[in-house]
């Protein structure tokens, strides 16, 4: 048996591993080191690789691009894009960029540090301080401070709105016999929160849709802000009808449990198949009549790019929404595995 | 037709330390076996966790954590098992060191035997 290391350079291991590699990577460390040379050797080379291996599995790649895609997108306003005077200084794509990189990185590394039973939870010390230090790196670099903490905040708000349902619960257990009334309150509690959201997003299309309705002069303006309105008024209700969460009853045999559960995953599935009929093509007649009104004299080009942007926006949550539906249907083949089981 | 992706040298002696270690293929055992055929070249234990997590993408092993162990100051290990398609990577990796070991030998004679001549190129 090796030679334990000092109890410092452990607790110092402890804190740099991230928790969910924890567990092996420091018995590996413990079990591999007769030194406290060796042990710091062994940490400084598995280190990068562990903290790597959690942001893939955590943070994910494409999340970190979700992350900068959304960031950008709500620190392009905030910043007053493009007529800011800010925008006609030199270096400015770097001096956005590098807070921009800070707060993106810090994001993955405050994931991969998260607890180990939460997939998707943070390290709040680690997500403030990535938060703190975006902010100062826009004060350092001359980027107006106010307009940028506001669209950190504003990102950093959503992201814990939007993964707040994935993380008031520790993580689900393979699915069993045993699991199957916690599978199917999670997948429940999805669906509400789901629903609160899109309902959410629902209030605030519809608040302009109205506020616009009013104040706009053209008829045929004020026809295209009636029909987004009646659009909007036609998710929402679908949403909180039809696509409605349900209570999981109680008390029941497996054998009840598990078929509820099963209509439940294909009703949602189906539902999100029929996305483009009931969530996309309620905004389409209101979207083109207001495009082709023409309000603010575009020209022809920009309303066509506009065009094919929004067809490329819509086809994208269509994509989306196909990809949520087949992860679904392999839900469903492994709650068939479950028929007949005691 | 699938495609089989092709592993490296270091990918080849992970796969063949874990083959070999069968239960007890863990970080620490692993390393020791790849060590032994990597020698002399010193491993160290980051090269062999990023081989690992790079064949576990590929679905070349799987991993699992054990119970705590006493030895490990309770803590668990991260064992490995190779996957059918790691073991078809592997096989095929040594097929083709193989070849290229008897196009030397046929060159060079028995490696490991004293030094023999190159034939001139035909």
Redesign the interface.
Known sequence: ?PD?PSRRLERLAELLIPPASA??????????SRSNREYR??L???????V??QI?RRATLGGMVFNTMVTTLVLAPCLGFPRAPLFAESWVALRIAIPLAIWVIGSALAVAYGPCDKPRGWNWTVYLGSLVSAILAVAVLGVPVTGAALAFGIVFGLSIALTMPLNTHSALPPLSIDSLPAHAQHFQRTIWWRNLRESVACAFVLLWSVSSFWSRGGLVQRAGFLLITAGVLFVFVFLNARAASRTVPRDVDADTLRGFHRREVVRQRDILLAVPYWYLLPFVPGTLVLVFSNPHNQPLAALFVFVVVLALVFYGIWRVNVWAARRLDEQLLKIDTLEGQP | MTIQASIGQFEQFVLTAILSLGENA???TI?KVVGDLAAPKSV????V??TL?RLEDKRFVRSW?SN??P???G????HYRLEAAGERALRESVEASRRVCNAVEDILGAIGAPGRRLKPAR
Not at chain 2, 44 to 47: C, K, M
């Open positions: 048996m334990s567990e092996h990577a420091l018995g590996d460390l413990a079990e591999s050797r062994n400084i080379s598995i280190l990068p690789r562990v790597w291996y893939r | 863990y970080g620490v390393r160290s234990l980051g090269a966790y990023a997590d954590l705590p162990t030895e490990r100051g803590r668990s290990k991260r």
